[in-house]
């Protein structure tokens, strides 16, 4: 019994924190989030919080979002997992009598089309199950174009098609397509104090009082009861800093002539809609650009994406040679604002990095490096070819993906360098800001020593890594360009490899 009351408690703590990571954005100039509830009257089931935009947002495709729903699930372990039969079983969502999806066909008899459900979980899909293959790495939205395929219904797509049609008593898949399009699944979702680390984080991004990590309990859970309790639920950003200021959250701040300027850059979409910290007139919005984590048909890297992020980053240098960067966005660009923003640019930048353990502020003095481990470094003859093949692997392994595309398409590569962590991959493999930068310099070392007699050899990049790491390396760019660098297909919608985006020289 005592263990079920913790995990309750557990539980709203963890709905609660989901508010606020939304709520704060409420602060935020110039925000297009204008409305954030906790614990709504409705819709039945996605009702745990309830975020509004004006303008709406963009999200995959072409339609933008007005409001999102969300179902929010904790649990006490993370190993659970699920696939898509559970959205046709009620006990899935703890409930008796209505499923996922039939919650979600009821929810939108009474939201407006413009309107998207999430369902956010601690779990994790299955291993295998096809709806991994539908749940697009770009904003966690279903894919509509892959599950409605044109394919029979004994296709692998089929037959998730047949088991929720039938389960909703649906006559044809465009019945089905109205009520999942806009669904998002974000699975394997932060623990508690992952949460608790990113709030803290907004907070202090927006002028409200954090709270200390030695305390044994956390403030905000309790406060988004009292909002319920006092039926002050429903927050507009005149009655969240209503709020802040009888409850005393509020920090007086100055303006500190040093100051870091947040600025951000984002080519894709995380869970919340805003980026923390960083106003709309100092944002590069490049959403419009791509299409889930693909580049639109009619682009390219080099010719449409490298001269704005060039142009946005070198204004910003203009007002303040001090730069937060905020990079929601490819990897490849990552690369390439450390190459604008090089060593000799006279810029001190820090890195806001997201991950497993919450946002974190990180710089190149930030004394991680001692923490952290070096590469693990293997050179390979492969080829007779000049050129050389870079691959790091950090949070994923690329090497034997790296060497396949190599093989297939590069003729002219001969080596491949792979820098490994000593404990193989990993989400928490790199520290801080100067591990990552120690690991940049080390990459970097080796490649000119390397290729020291023949400074004209092609250097191509393949790496999973965070992008802090790779804005250092951009850093170190003059020493190992010229080079191109690779985004791979993580939603294995489009080319399922890798495909060439900057060219660096």
Same mark, same amino acid.
């Given at each position: ?33 204008? /409305?954030? *509830? ?28 007005? !409001? /999102? ?52 979980? =601690? ?17 966690? #939205?279903?894919?509509? @174009?892959?599950?409605?395929?044109? =394919? *029979? ?37 932060? #623990? ?5 680390? @990113? ?22 859970? /309790? ?15 005149? !009655? ?38 960083? =106003?709309? /007139? ?27 992020? @060039?142009?946005?980053?070198?204004? !910003?240098?203009?007002?303040? #040679? ?14 390439? !604002? ?42 390979? @003859? ?15 392994? #690329? ?107």
């Amino acid at each position: 019994m005592a263990d079920a009351v913790m995990a309750r408690w557990h539980g709203d703590n963890y709905q609660a924190r989901i508010f606020w990571e939304n709520a704060f954005n409420l602060l935020l100039p110039h925000s297009c989030v204008v /409305e954030v *509830t906790f614990e709504a009257n409705g819709p039945k089931a996605f009702d745990d919080v309830v975020v509004k935009y004006d303008p709406p947002v963009a999200r995959s495709g072409s339609e933008r979002v007005s !409001a /999102e729903y969300h179902q929010v699930k904790w649990h006490v372990q993370t190993g659970g997992r699920f696939g898509y039969k559970d959205f046709i079983h009620p006990d899935f969502i703890g409930a008796k009598s209505f499923s996922l999806l039939e919650r979600l066909q009821q929810a939108r008899r009474t939201t407006p089309a413009s309107a998207h459900f999430a369902f956010l979980t =601690t779990y994790r899909i299955k291993d295998g199950d096809p709806l991994a293959k539908l749940i697009s790495g770009h904003d966690k #939205t279903l894919l509509i @174009e892959r599950l409605f395929d044109g =394919t *029979t219904d004994k296709s692998r797509m089929g037959k998730i098609r047949k088991c929720w049609r039938e389960h909703l008593k649906l006559t044809n898949d465009d019945e089905l397509k109205a009520i999942v399009r806009g669904l998002r699944v974000l699975d394997g979702h932060r #623990t508690l104090e992952e949460l608790r680390s @990113e709030i803290n984080f907004r907070a202090q991004s927006v002028g409200v009082l954090t709270c200390n990590a030695a305390d044994s309990d956390f403030r905000y859970d /309790e406060l988004a009861r009292q909002l319920k309790v006092r039926q002050l639920n429903t927050l507009n950003r005149e !009655a969240f800093l209503q709020f802040c200021h009888d409850e005393g959250l509020l920090v007086e701040r100055g303006v500190e002539p040093d100051s870091f300027l947040p600025i951000a850059i984002r080519s894709f979409l995380g869970p919340a809609a805003d980026i923390v910290g960083a =106003t709309p /007139e100092h944002t590069l919005l490049l959403t419009d650009d791509f299409r889930h984590r693909y580049l639109q048909d009619d682009l390219e890297w080099q010719r449409d994406i490298r001269p704005k992020v @060039e142009t946005f980053l070198r204004a !910003a240098v203009r007002k303040c #040679t001090r730069l937060r960067l905020i990079l929601d966005a490819h990897a490849s660009i990552a690369f390439l !604002a450390g190459a604008v923003l090089n060593l000799k640019s006279g810029v001190q930048t820090e890195l806001v990095q997201k991950g497993r353990v919450g946002t974190r502020t990180w710089r190149a003095d930030d004394e991680s490096a001692a923490r952290g481990t070096r590469f693990e470094i293997v050179d390979d @003859e492969i080829g007779k070819g000049r050129n050389i093949a870079v691959a790091i692997s950090v949070s994923q392994p #690329t090497t034997a993906q790296a060497q396949a595309y190599v093989t297939e398409r590069l003729p002219n590569v001969g080596k491949l360098i792979s820098f490994d962590m000593p404990t193989g991959p990993g989400q928490q493999n790199v520290v801080g800001g100067e591990h990552a930068a120690a690991l940049a310099e080390q990459v970097s070392n080796h490649v000119r020593e390397v290729r020291v007699n023949d400074l004209d050899a092609i250097v191509h990049i393949f790496a999973a890594c965070p992008n802090s790491l790779l804005f250092f390396l951009g850093q170190y760019h003059q020493a190992i360009a010229p080079c191109i660098v690779y985004e791979f297909d993580f939603d294995r919608q489009a080319h399922k490899t890798y495909q060439p985006s900057f060219i660096i020289d």
